[in-house]
């Protein structure tokens, strides 16, 4: 098994700037491209950014490009999520996630483990 730990999560104005940090331990070695994520309540979840296993590769939600950077470091099994110009519908609770796929996935489907998420808010 894979867990999945993120933290870096709170309350930020608008404009503000958060960096999310999701911990992987177990079996990393079966982990190899993962993603951030996002839900609100009535909604699905819904990609925000993904990285390919050597960090090489990255995918973006339209929404969150040029704002959210994604990057992750093999040798702390750590990824993060930089995310800058925060405004209110970024409000959500952010999960990531692993793969076993080599390639930057953007298909949820695809994603084996799954964080328990962390709460982002943005007050306007």
């Known amino acids: 098994q894979v867990q999945l730990v993120e933290s870096g999560g709170g309350l930020v104005q608008a404009g503000g700037s958060l960096r999310l940090s999701c911990a992987a331990s177990?079996?990393?070695?079966?982990?190899?491209?993962m993603g951030w994520f996002r839900q609100t309540p009535g909604k699905e979840r819904e990609l925000v950014a993904a990285?390919?296993?050597?960090?090489?590769?990255?995918r973006y939600a339209d929404s969150v490009k040029g704002r959210f950077t994604i990057s992750r470091d093999n040798a702390k099994n750590t990824m993060y999520l930089q995310m800058g110009v925060l405004n209110p519908e970024d409000t959500a609770v952010y999960y990531c996630?692993?793969?076993?796929?080599?390639?930057?996935?953007?298909?949820?489907?695809?994603?084996?483990?799954w964080g328990q998420g962390t709460q982002v808010t943005v007050s306007s």
């Open positions: 996630a692993a793969s076993s796929r080599v390639d930057t996935v953007v298909l949820i489907t695809l994603y084996s483990y």
């Open positions: 177990g079996r990393t070695f079966t982990t190899r491209s």
């Open positions: 990285i390919s296993w050597s960090g090489g590769s990255t």
